[in-house]
């Protein structure tokens, strides 16, 4: 069996996963949101000491399969260096504990194989991310393969909802509140640009869509004057505004993929507004969608020790001394490779 850590962002879970039959024998996740919430986002040094409360407390739940264990999983990139940290602190001393190797998993590899928890994979792959710190559209070749063909030049999906939802005094996480809302309103009611639309270029910008938003808002006097109908309907508009913007520059890129297979993971794919939009869009061109059951699509660590069934087949090893986190700037560059 693998056990897995992830603690990339705000998420500490742990997972136990057998090796022969790929069955997720063991996963638990315990979410900050309540204690982040009034801040209207994530504060790292927060997020850091409750994972290293929270971490210990699952792994005591773990500890029946310690002496079946073939291997330790942990995501080392990207996300919050100081979270990060956490979780390979904890990899490395069971690493060494129990004399099992160690492997590294890239945190958006995991989302991709979130797709495949208790499943075979399926490739070649053409796979759009959209998650609180990347948007990007990936063709998935294999294991060792996996090319970036698109990618977000400023804001990815979910930054922008939640930086949106703020802005209209909604709280914190932005998606769900946002999609919630946007049931309410009338995505006609504010005209909202939509990023890039005569531009050539095949890539994702949020920046500009999401300092219009901030305009309105002035517009109507704040958030605090805004009516709950007024919400909703800008809600309605700034989703409508991101699916626009999506469906768009995938189009260019369907239109240039022969892969039939196509999927959307990540956080902020358990938006059901886009999924539909998606279905929509696959039938058009002649694609199948894949989309990662929901209670998989956020941070956890199921998807990270699916990833690690395969980089344990491979041998995809790590020595304990040398794993360490990924720079900032590398991160940003969104390098999966």
Request: charged share 25%.
């Amino acid at each position: 069996m693998i056990l897995s850590i992830e603690s990339s962002c705000d998420d500490s879970s742990i997972a136990i996963t057998e090796i022969a039959t790929k069955k997720l024998l063991y996963h638990k996740k315990i979410s900050q949101e309540a204690e982040h919430s009034c801040y209207g986002g994530v504060v790292p040094e927060l997020a850091s000491r409750l994972h290293a409360v929270a971490l210990p407390e699952i792994l005591k739940e773990t500890k029946p399969w310690f002496d079946k264990l073939k291997a330790v999983s942990v995501t080392n990139q990207p996300g919050l260096g100081v979270t990060l940290l956490e979780g390979i602190a904890m990899a490395k001393t069971l690493a060494a504990f129990q004399e099992i190797p160690l492997i590294p998993v890239h945190h958006l590899k995991g989302h991709i194989y979130s797709l495949f928890i208790e499943k075979e994979t399926l490739f070649p792959l053409l796979v759009l991310l959209i998650s609180g710190g990347h948007t990007q559209v990936i063709r998935v070749e294999s294991f060792e393969t996996m090319e970036i063909l698109a990618t977000s030049m400023d804001d990815s999906v979910g930054e922008s909802f939640d930086k949106c939802a703020k802005m209209m005094g909604l709280g914190y996480p932005g998606g769900p509140l946002i999609e919630r809302l946007a049931l309410q309103g009338d995505e006609n009611r504010f005209d909202l640009p939509v990023p890039l639309r005569n531009s050539p270029l095949i890539a994702f910008s949020l920046s500009g869509l999401k300092n219009a938003v901030r305009l309105v808002v002035e517009r109507l006097g704040g958030y605090s004057e805004m009516t709950e109908q007024d919400k909703a309907d800008l809600a309605a508009s700034f989703q409508k505004a991101v699916k626009l913007h999506l469906l768009q520059k995938s189009k260019k890129i369907f239109a240039k993929e022969p892969i039939k297979d196509f999927a959307i993971v990540g956080g902020a794919s358990a938006n059901r507004y886009i999924r539909t939009a998606y279905e929509k869009l696959c039938a058009e061109f002649g694609k199948t969608m894949h989309v990662a059951p929901l209670e998989y699509c956020s941070d956890n660590a199921a998807m990270i020790g699916r990833y690690a069934l395969d980089a344990y087949e491979k041998q995809a090893f790590i020595d304990p001394h040398e794993i360490d986190i990924i720079s900032t700037k590398k991160q940003q560059a969104g390098m999966l490779l």
